[in-house]
């Protein structure tokens, strides 16, 4: 099954310029939305993990999808403010500026094994602090896998030392 | 396995005054929530469905494992300027204001059998503009899914004639 069919271009979105990869078609078809989460889920058969970190929010639909098929808890990292208990929080830049994620302090506790999930990776700035707010709460970062990869914006260069796989790569 | 101690209070959240029921330590043990989704999965069992819609951004997590569990397509509904490709929009009205939630025009098709999901039940506002989307789309409403309903706040009145399903009611 050529998953890549299922991924559209946007020209111009989020803004001028940029070529969005959208992956609604790839969620709408079950076939491919399952093949999707299967072959990722096969890359991590036999690893011990604990849970699986989604990142907000296109992270939290492969990520809880990838939890259940691997039998793990799921965290949620969110936007600042969006967690309702206690959290630590993660700054990282960008092109102009900074955003920041946050996770429960209670998410992790020391020796958990966490995979981090996010559904692509461009630059790698919002993974790196996703892995920085694992770390901070004592989890092992198991790896950090994508559906998605923009080889071309060097995401893996920002992540490297980290076990990073992707599914789709362009 | 009683799922209600795995969903904790916490007072004056997002204000003053409100309880907030967070569902994060559910999510978090990995029998927790494989119960939960298969909970929910088998109140559908049997059911045609075509696709899953999630609202956006809990509503993804909850959403995404039941239709890999339901072997559906899943469908994201999310704030006005997430979605990447053409949308129609429903507004809602809530305590002071309105917001409004979108999906993408080509998500659904005449004849469509559609479950919508979200993580609670409150005043039923985002539920209700939901489920409009999804018919203005020509899909067909096979009911709506909560994880958590907070009977207090009638939202199922707000819901009227629509088929209603709660796992955890407070």
């Known amino acids: 099954m ?4 299922f991924i559209r271009d946007i020209p ?18 079950r ?3 399952a093949t999707a989460i299967d072959h990722l889920a096969r890359h991590y058969q036999g690893t011990r993990l604990t849970a699986i970190a989604g990142i907000e929010s296109r992270g939290f639909i ?26 630590i929080r993660q700054e ?7 955003d ?9 506790a020391p020796g958990d094994r966490i995979l981090l999930v996010d ?9 790196r602090a996703g892995a920085e707010l694992i770390r901070r709460l004592g989890g092992e970062l198991a790896g950090i896998a994508f559906l998605i990869e923009l080889a071309f914006l060097k995401g893996r260069e920002r992540l490297a030392g ?8 362009f």
């Open 2 to 5: 050529d998953l890549k069919k």
């Open 12 to 29: 111009d979105f989020p803004k001028p310029g940029i070529i969005f990869k959208d992956l609604t078609p790839l969620l709408k078809d």
């Open 31 to 33: 076939d491919a939305f």
């Open 62 to 87: 492969i990520g809880s999808a990838l939890a259940l098929t691997l039998r793990t808890g799921f965290l949620p990292l969110r936007k600042p403010g969006k967690l309702p208990y206690k959290t």
């Open 92 to 98: 990282y830049s960008l092109e102009y500026g900074t």
């Open 100 to 108: 920041a994620i946050e996770i429960h302090q209670d998410a992790i």
């Open 119 to 127: 559904d692509l990776l461009a630059t790698g700035g919002t993974a």
């Open 162 to 169: 980290e076990q990073v796989f992707s599914l789709l790569t």
